[in-house]
């Protein structure tokens, strides 16, 4: 498993990512979508999830749908017409941040 201090700044677009892949999905579906899809090397806490999901909803990128399963509720994220656009943004972000890493990381002989 990654330490959280490397995982930390890339929460926020894995869950973006994730949400905006599947259509819609709960907190207990992500971290364990994240978790398999990682197998394991990325386990996110309810800690970290849900203030990152309560922030992107304060900001209008994701929108929630509860659905009563029973006598409980589930509460359904979705990313918006404008946090489609912040999905793109930060995933070119992401992309350019990783070719970055790599040319320190693994450097091409000179």
Known sequence: MYSKELTKG???PIILALI??????YGYEITQDVKRMTSGKIDISEGALYPIL???EAKKVLET?????GK???KYYKVTKEG???VET??????DFIETLS????????
Do not use: A, S, Y
């Open 90 to 95: 930060v995933t070119e972000e992401i992309n």
């Open 54 to 56: 309560h922030k992107l």
């Open 103 to 110: 040319l320190i990381f693994n450097p091409k002989p000179i």
């Open 10 to 12: 890339t929460l926020q």
């Open 65 to 69: 749908e509860k659905v009563f399963i």
């Open 84 to 86: 489609k656009k912040m």
């Open 72 to 74: 409980r509720v589930r």
């Open 20 to 25: 905006n892949t599947k259509g819609r999905m």
